[in-house]
């Protein structure tokens, strides 16, 4: 059974840090791992992905800022998000692609607020 468990989101302060993650079950010959964010009114966007060879892709909006890492061994993927600003504030989903599966997490809710 494909399952993704997503942890590590809450509220915090504008300047503030908060670190994701995002553990994968079920899912054989994991290539991709990447996280999204949809913040209200607005489209689903990528925030940041790494692949199996660590190759790692950032939003323009998050470089410097925000930083992706996996386990393969744990099949988990990490966000470490320092510095976070109000306009960070959304749901972000985790997405997993694997053998014959892309799959997404429940999402987990950032806000960022004073």
């Known amino acids: 059974q494909v399952q993704l468990v997503e942890s590590g989101g809450g509220l915090v302060h504008p300047g503030g840090s908060l670190r994701l993650s995002c553990a994968a079950s079920?899912?054989?010959?994991?290539?991709?791992m990447g996280w999204y964010r949809q913040a209200p009114g607005k489209e689903r966007e990528l925030v940041a992905s790494?692949?199996?060879?660590?190759?790692?892709n950032y939003a323009d909006s998050v470089k410097d800022r925000f930083t992706i890492s996996r386990d393969n061994a744990k099949n988990t993927v990490y966000l470490q998000m320092n510095s976070l600003k109000p306009d960070d504030t959304a749901v972000y989903y985790c997405?997993?692609?694997?053998?014959?599966?892309?799959?997404w997490g429940q999402g987990t809710q950032v806000t960022v607020s004073s």
């Open positions: 079920g899912i054989f010959s994991i290539n991709y």
């Open positions: 997405n997993v692609h694997g053998r014959y599966v892309n799959a």
């Open positions: 790494i692949t199996t060879y660590s190759i790692t």
